[in-house]
């Protein structure tokens, strides 16, 4: 394994595709931070559960 390969330095960012640096990694920049952020605050990515949605609502508390 090279030193770039272990850090994750020239994958692509996942926003839009440039090399990613140190810095940012595995993004290139801020901005591409700051936009998968804004998608997780907004609801587009969301992770799989098999819970059901309601449940919570009917815990007695």
Known sequence: MTE???IGVGKP???CK???TIE???FCSKRCKD???GRWFN???AIETDEDVNA???MEM
Request: aromatic share 4%; hydrophobic share 20%.
């Open 4 to 6: 770039q390969s272990i």
């Open 13 to 15: 960012c996942p926003i």
């Open 18 to 20: 440039k090399p990613s």
């Open 24 to 26: 940012s990694r595995p």
């Open 35 to 37: 936009i998968d952020l």
């Open 43 to 45: 609801g587009h990515y």
């Open 56 to 58: 919570n609502d009917n």
